[in-house]
C-alpha cells in the first residue's frame, strides 16, 4: 500500500507540474499577445467594451458640466443680484462664505456618493444603480433651477452631488469582490494609492469669476470661460493621440513644465499697473495654460489611475482616488473665493501665487514618484510595485516572459546594467 499511496502522489506531482508549466505557456504567450496588439486591433477586437465604456463616460460629462454651471454663474450680475447682497458701490455680490458653501456642497455629496456606491452595487447592480442615480438626478435638478434663494440652492447642490459620486465609480465596480478600503493603505498598495491620487490633481473651477475680477466685462469674461473649456476639449482629443506615441509620466512631466512657469507669470504681471493691456494678457496667459492642461494632465490621470491599481483593489483605488479629487476641489474651493472676492482679499491675478506653488510641489513630487505605466501589463506592473522598483526606473526595466517551468515569473534587469 505505502508503494501504491507514493506512486499516487508522484502521479499527481507530474499533473501538477504539468498544469504548471501549460499554464506559465498560456501566460507567456497571452503577454505577448498583448503587447503586440495595435490599436486598431484592439478597437475591433474589443467593440462592445469601447462603446459601452464610452457610454456610461457620458455621465461624467454631466458631472463636470453640472460642478462647472454654478461657479460660473458668480460673475453674472442677474446671479449676483437675486443671491447675492449690496456693496457699498451699489453694485451686488455672492458672498465668499456662501460661493465657499455652495460648491462645498455637491463635493460633500460626491465624496459620499462614492463611498456609498460600493454598498449600494452590491445590493443593486451596476444597470440598476446607474438608472436609479439618473432618476434621482433629474428630480433634483429640478430644485437647482426653481431655487428662490440661496439656500434652497445649496441643499439642491448637496443632493446632486449624491449620484454625481455615484457616477464616478461605478463603472469599474465589479473589481471590488473580497477587499475593503483599508487595503489600499498596506504594503506596496499605499504607494499605488498615492500615485494615483496624488496625480488626480483639482480643476480650476473660478475662471469666469477670475476673468472678471481681472477688469474685464461679463460678456467677455463668459466669452473666455467658453473659450478656455473649447480649447480643453481640442486638447483631450489631441491628448488621444498624445497617449498612444508618449509615456504617461513624459506626458505629465512635460505638462507641468509648461504650465507652472505660466501661472508664475499670471501672478508676477499683476504687479504692473492696472491697464487693458495686462488684464488681456493674464487671460491670454490662462488660455494658453488650460491648452496645456487639456493635452496633458487634464486626461492622463484618468489612465493613470486606472493602470497603477492592484487588478484586486482596483475599483477601491480609483474610489479613493476620486475622492483625493474632490478634496483637492475643496481645498481650492475655500481658498478661491476668498482671493477674487472684491468684498475680501481682492487679490486679481495675484491670487494664482498658490496655484503656481502648487504646480511646482506637484512638478517636484512628479518626477521622483510618478511611473512610467505605458506599455506594461496589469501583471509587470504587479512585478514592479512587488520589487519596489524606483520610479524613474520603470520604462528601463526589462521583465522576461514567463518561462514554461512553473515558476511565478523571470528575472528583471535594468536596462543601463
Known amino acids: 500500500m ?90 451686488y455680490s455672492v458672498p465668499a462664505s456662501w460661493q465657499l458653501g455652495l460648491s462645498l456642497a455637491s463635493n460633500f455629496g460626491m465624496i459620499l456618493g462614492v463611498f456609498t456606491n460600493g454598498w449600494l452595487i452590491e445590493h443593486m447592480g451596476p444597470r440598476k444603480l446607474m438608472l436609479c442615480s439618473f432618476t434621482a438626478l433629474t428630480g433634483f435638478i429640478f430644485i437647482t433651477f426653481f431655487a428662490p434663494n440661496i439656500q434652497v440652492l445649496l441643499v439642491g447642490e448637496l443632493l446632486c452631488g449624491l449620484p454625481w459620486g455615484v457616477f464616478a465609480a461605478v463603472a469599474p465596480s465589479d473589481l471590488n469582490v473580497g477587499t475593503n478600503y483599508i487595503d489600499c493603505f498596506r504594503g506596496i498598495n499605499l504607494r499605488r494609492t498615492e ?16 476673468f472678471k475680477q481681472a477688469g474685464l466685462s461679463t460678456d467677455d469674461s463668459f466669452k473666455l470661460s467658453l473659450g478656455t473649456f473649447s480649447i480643453a476639449f481640442l486638447g483631450t482629443v489631441f491628448s488621444w ?36 493691456g495686462r488684464r488681456w494678457a493674464q487671460c491670454c496667459m490662462m488660455l494658453i495654460w488650460f491648452a496645456f492642461y487639456g ?21 477601491k483605488t480609483i474610489a479613493v482616488s476620486r475622492n483625493s479629487y474632490y478634496i483637492f476641489s475643496i481645498v481650492n474651493i475655500i481658498v478661491a473665493p476668498y482671493l477674487l472676492n472684491p468684498s475680501e482679499a481682492n487679490l486679481h491675478g495675484k491670487a494664482a501665487f498658490p496655484a503656481a506653488g502648487f504646480s511646482s510641489l506637484l512638478l517636484l513630487w512628479a518626477w521622483f514618484r510618478l511611473p512610467e505605466t505605458k506599455g506594461r501589463t496589469f501583471e509587470e506592473l504587479d512585478v514592479l510595485f512587488e520589487r519596489e522598483t524606483p520610479a524613474r526606473k520603470f520604462s528601463a526595466t526589462v521583465l522576461e516572459a514567463p518561462r514554461p517551468t512553473g515558476s511565478a515569473g523571470g528575472q528583471a534587469l535594468d536596462g543601463g546594467k
Open 195 to 210: 500615485i494615483a491620487s496624488v496625480s488626480w490633481g483639482a480643476i480650476q473651477n473660478y475662471l469666469t469669476y477670475f
Open 295 to 315: 493635452l496633458t494632465i487634464g486626461p492622463v490621470p484618468y489612465a493613470i489611475a486606472t493602470e497603477v491599481p492592484a487588478t484586486r483593489l482596483r475599483m
Open 2 to 91: 505505502p508503494t501504491a499511496e507514493k506512486t499516487a502522489e508522484i502521479g499527481c506531482a507530474e499533473v501538477a507540474d504539468v498544469d504548471a508549466k501549460r499554464i506559465s505557456a498560456d501566460a507567456a504567450r497571452a503577454t505577448q499577445a498583448e503587447h503586440e496588439l495595435t490599436f486598431t486591433q484592439a478597437v475591433k477586437l474589443y467593440k462592445k467594451a469601447i462603446i459601452w465604456s464610452m457610454i456610461v463616460s457620458l455621465a461624467c460629462t454631466m458631472d463636470s458640466y453640472d460642478m462647472q454651471i454654478v461657479s460660473a454663474f458668480y460673475a453674472y450680475p442677474s446671479f449676483q443680484k437675486k443671491y447675492g447682497e449690496l456693496l457699498d458701490d451699489g453694485s
Open 241 to 276: 493621440f498624445f497617449q498612444g506615441r508618449f509615456g504617461r509620466r513624459s506626458i505629465f512631466i512635460s505638462g507641468l513644465c509648461a504650465m507652472t512657469p505660466i501661472m508664475w507669470l499670471i501672478a508676477l504681471i499683476d504687479f504692473a499697473p492696472a491697464t487693458s
